[in-house]
């Protein structure tokens, strides 16, 4: 299999994978939008499924997350740009080369939604405020991640990148 050949099929396990996170992550987000609003009150008084709901919601937010930023991205240079070197690039880099190319609309959004993630890996659970905080967070950020990948599929698909 010509190398080429090898980055197009990487291109395509990658927003497999995405896709798999992204529709569960859709599922959970269902699930968790019977919760809202929520305040520190509600979060407090959080039944064993609600918190069930809310940990499947963070888990595949964070493996979109980092599917997307790990994987998909700097794959995805790798064949636009037909440069292998994408594949260990810095990720502000990597960020700032999808913004130019209109992939991704912003690359300071990745740095709220890293914002975001650290508010759930750090502080979730142990301070009621801040929980809610990344509740709400990773439900609104969840929907511009779907989206995201959404239009990347349909870039890569017009363009046949894939």
């Known amino acids: 299999m010509a190398a080429w050949d090898v980055a197009y099929a990487r291109l395509r396990t990658y927003l497999g994978e995405c896709s798999l996170h992204a529709s569960r992550l859709a599922m959970a987000r269902e699930k968790v939008a019977d919760l809202l609003p929520l305040d520190e009150k509600g979060y407090e008084s959080l039944n064993p499924d609600a918190i069930e709901h809310i940990d499947w919601l963070f888990y595949r937010f964070i493996k979109l997350q980092d599917t997307l930023g790990r994987k998909l991205f700097p794959q995805l240079l790798v064949v636009a740009d037909d440069d292998e070197g994408w594949a260990s690039q810095p990720m502000i880099d990597i960020l700032n080369r999808l913004e130019k190319y209109g992939y991704l609309p912003d690359a300071w959004e990745w740095r709220e939604l890293r914002y975001v993630r650290n508010l759930i890996t750090h502080e979730y659970e142990t301070v ?8 709400v967070g990773v439900y609104e950020k ?13 870039r890569v698909e017009k363009e046949k990148l894939s």
């Open 142 to 154: 969840s929907a511009y991640l779907i989206d995201l990948l959404k239009n990347i599929e349909n």
């Open 128 to 135: 009621p405020k801040r929980a809610v905080e990344g509740i």
